[in-house]
C-alpha cells in the first residue's frame, strides 16, 4: 500500500520568502503525483500535476518536481504572499487509487 | 460553470440513523470518488466508481454505501454501522487518465447529536 509523508506539518515564513514543501511516497510505480491546495473548510483545489513520465511542472510562482527513484515530490513556491496561506497536500496516484499525505499548513507573516 | 456540487455543506446525524451525502458533477468526468478526512490523518478513500452501475471500496469502505445510477451523480450514505462518522467528507471526480487532474467538491461536515 502506498504511504505518503509530508514534512513538515506546519511551516511559518515572513513574506517575501521562498520556501519548500516536501512530500515523499513509498511505492514508485506511480502514475502521477500531484499538488493541491485546501483553505480552512473547504474542498481541494489542484495547483499541479506531474506525469511519472515528467520531471516538473511549473505554474507561475509554483513549481513541482518528481523524483520517482528517491520517491521524492517538491512544491517550490517563490516569493510567498499572505494569500499563500493555507494548507497543501500532495498525492500519488497508484492503480485506481490516489494515496493522500497529512499536508503542510502553511502560513505567510506579512 | 463546471464543477462539483455537494450538499449539504454541514448534516447532523442521530444515533442509530443513515444519511445520504449528495454528490452532483457536470464536468462529463467517468470517475467519481468519496474521502473522509480526519484532523491530522489527511483523505482516506471510501469508495470509487470509474462507471455507471459500478464501484469499488477503497480503504474504509465499512458502514458506507455508494450508489452510481447515472454519471453525474454519487450518492453516499453513511449507515448506523459506522461507529465514529464525524468528518469532513470530500467528493472528487476525474476523466481516467494520467495527465488529468481530480476535481473537488467544497465538502460536506458531518457531526453527530
Known amino acids: 500500500k502506498q504511504e505518503v509523508t509530508q514534512i513538515p506539518a506546519a511551516l511559518s515564513v515572513p513574506e517575501g520568502e521562498n520556501l519548500v514543501l516536501n512530500c515523499s511516497f513509498t511505492?514508485?510505480?506511480?502514475?502521477?503525483l500531484q499538488w493541491f491546495r485546501q483553505d480552512p473548510g473547504k474542498g481541494l483545489t489542484s495547483l499541479l500535476l506531474?506525469?511519472?513520465?515528467?520531471r516538473e511542472q511549473t505554474s507561475g510562482r509554483l513549481n513541482a518536481s518528481l523524483d520517482k527513484s528517491s520517491g521524492r515530490s517538491t512544491l517550490y513556491i517563490a516569493a510567498s504572499q499572505p494569500g499563500d496561506s493555507a494548507t497543501y497536500l500532495c498525492?500519488?496516484?497508484?492503480?485506481?487509487?490516489?494515496?493522500f499525505g497529512t499536508g503542510t499548513s502553511l502560513t505567510v507573516i506579512p | 460553470d463546471g464543477g462539483i456540487t455537494q450538499s449539504p455543506k454541514y448534516l447532523f446525524r442521530k444515533e442509530g440513523q443513515n444519511v445520504t451525502l449528495s454528490c452532483e458533477q457536470n464536468?462529463?468526468?467517468?470517475?467519481m470518488y468519496w474521502y473522509r478526512q480526519d484532523p491530522g490523518q489527511g483523505l482516506r478513500l471510501i469508495y470509487y466508481?470509474?462507471?455507471?452501475?459500478?464501484?469499488q471500496k477503497g480503504d474504509i469502505a465499512e458502514g458506507y454505501s455508494v450508489s452510481r445510477e447515472k454519471k453525474e451523480s454519487f450518492p453516499l450514505t453513511v449507515t448506523s454501522a459506522q461507529k465514529n462518522p464525524t468528518a469532513f467528507y470530500l467528493c472528487a471526480s476525474s476523466i481516467i487518465s494520467s495527465n488529468q487532474p481530480q476535481h473537488f467538491g467544497d465538502g460536506t461536515r458531518l457531526s453527530i447529536l
Open positions: 498525492a500519488g496516484g497508484v492503480g485506481n487509487q490516489f494515496y
Open positions: 506531474i506525469q511519472s513520465s515528467q
Open positions: 464536468l462529463n468526468h467517468d470517475a
Open positions: 466508481s470509474q462507471i455507471v452501475n459500478d464501484f
Open positions: 511505492d514508485s510505480a506511480i502514475y502521477n
